[in-house]
């Protein structure tokens, strides 16, 4: 199947401070990617749709100016936590759907846990 | 169906028998449906997906059995095994839709020796 790999795994940081999170497709052009926040025992909320070359596309209740999303590639998509809060701290996954006549079959990557202390 | 942020149903069972993981979905119009397997601090993994116009489709010791007119979907995982242990979550999609998955609640499935 296809690869979606995320990087960190694990980051660790403090409150007020600023962390990148990357999604990169591996073996294939993913105009579309998807960024998910996982908290202890819950299910995977979709937090924003990444565009590439344009805006993404928040859900209802997240901030925008707080979880930045940019889709500067046809393989990469970044989410900047700003300012992060120990009610930040989550599992966040990205997901993408390769293209072709499965193309709604979503590839997670390995998702970052992301610490605020 | 819609996350409601509850604990995780659990269910165990024996090591060789068979376990049925069961889901309800909450958008009549989904017309395509995913099962995930998650094991502890990874991302999802596919096992295996039906779109509305089958009511059943078998994998490898998998098989999924979808009920649009009760909107209930379940994972039937024959022979199980340690490694099946995991959470199991449903997802709901439209084919022609913006390819958003939502998530069901989850369920954490432990297999007993």
């Known amino acids: 199947g296809a690869v979606v790999s995320q990087h960190p795994s694990r980051v660790i940081c403090k409150s007020g401070t600023s962390v990148k999170i990357e999604c990169r497709s591996l073996?294939?052009?993913?105009?579309?990617m998807f960024w998910y926040r996982q908290f202890p025992k819950q299910s995977l909320m979709l937090m924003a749709t990444s565009n590439e070359g344009s805006k993404a596309t928040y859900e209802q209740g997240v901030e925008k100016d707080k979880f930045l999303i940019n889709h500067a590639s046809l393989t990469l998509s970044t989410l900047t936590v700003t300012s992060a809060h120990p009610e930040d701290s989550s599992f966040y996954i990205c997901?993408?759907?390769?293209?072709?006549?499965?193309?709604?079959?979503?590839?997670f990557g390995q998702g970052t846990r992301l610490t605020v202390v | 169906g819609e996350s409601v942020g509850l604990h995780l149903p659990t269910l165990s069972v024996q090591e060789g028998d068979n376990s049925i993981i069961n889901c309800a979905y909450s958008n009549s119009a989904s017309d395509y449906f995913i099962w995930y397997k998650q094991e502890s601090g990874k991302g999802p993994q596919f096992i295996i997906d039906?779109?509305?116009?089958?009511d059943k489709r078998q994998g490898q010791r998998v098989t999924v059995l979808l009920n649009k007119t009760v909107k209930h979907l379940s994972l039937q995982i024959a022979a199980t095994q340690p490694g099946d242990s995991a959470v199991y979550f449903c997802a709901e999609n439209m084919v022609q839709g913006a390819q958003k998955l939502v998530f069901g609640q989850g369920t954490r499935l432990t297999i007993n020796p």
């Open positions: 997901s993408s759907h390769p293209p072709g006549p499965s193309g709604t079959e979503a590839f």
């Open positions: 039906i779109r509305s116009n089958m």
């Open positions: 073996d294939f052009q993913a105009t579309t």
